[in-house]
């Protein structure tokens, strides 16, 4: 566990430390937000590369406060918190790659994401599939709490449904992370995100229904 924080902590402040060296060699002119077709609508300072560092921060402050309240949560044993930290180590990843990504683009001053031969749109994509496939692996061990897992009206009724919901939500979280990865390879352009939403949305609403059905069932 102490090397699972340690490295949680790296990957929390490392945006903010790459960033602190780059912005030296970043144009005083960047691109600070594109629209749904990829073109740069808005420009700012490159001092505003230092925003995703501290969202990242955010996020990661977020998820620790988490760990903590569904560890308490659960009466003995530590999986929560573990689980937790993993599902947390996965998305700061995730913004790290991002934040490089963010930076790549301000160093060259990308006008039009399209014509970039690396294509964030399907970075994304891959990315949130690999999170959505490590989450769907741990999910099984999460004992029942108001923070983190499948949690519906339905699925928080018992243990014993509980179980069950964690079961299949960690099955359907793999099986959507494959798509959605399979969608990052397969798809460019902001056509990507579109697959990546419908995927997560259908994912959700089996989710939810399946919730249900086990509820009553029991």
């Known amino acids: ?14 945006p903010l430390l790459i960033t602190a060296v780059a912005v030296g060699f970043l144009p005083d002119r960047i691109p600070a937000h594109y629209g749904f077709g990829g073109q740069a609508d808005r420009w700012g300072s490159k001092y505003e590369s230092f925003l995703f560092p501290a969202v990242t921060i955010g996020m990661g402050l977020f998820m620790l406060a988490m760990a903590r309240i569904a560890s308490r949560q659960e009466l003995g044993g530590r999986n929560n918190e573990k689980v937790c930290m993993t599902a947390g180590i996965v998305l700061l990843t995730w913004f790290n790659v991002m934040n490089c990504c963010t930076l790549y683009t301000s160093f060259t001053q990308a006008e039009d994401l399209n014509a970039l031969s690396l294509d964030i749109s399907q970075i994304e994509c891959i990315l949130l599939g690999i999170l959505m496939i ?3 692996n741990v999910m099984p061990k999460l004992k029942r709490n108001s923070v983190i897992g499948l949690r519906t009206p339905w699925s928080m009724e018992n243990d014993d449904v ?3 919901c964690q079961r299949f939500g ?3 979280f793999i099986v959507a992370g494959i798509l959605c990865a399979a969608a990052g390879f397969a798809v460019r352009g902001v056509g990507c995100l579109f697959w990546m939403l419908g995927i997560i949305l259908a994912d959700t609403a089996i989710c939810v229904y399946y919730s249900y059905r086990a509820a009553r069932k029991a």
Do not use: A, D, E, H
């Open 162 to 164: 509980w179980r069950k």
């Open 170 to 172: 960690g099955i359907s």
């Open 1 to 14: 566990m102490k090397n699972r924080k340690t490295l949680y902590f790296i990957l929390m402040f490392l």
């Open 134 to 136: 490590v989450l769907g």
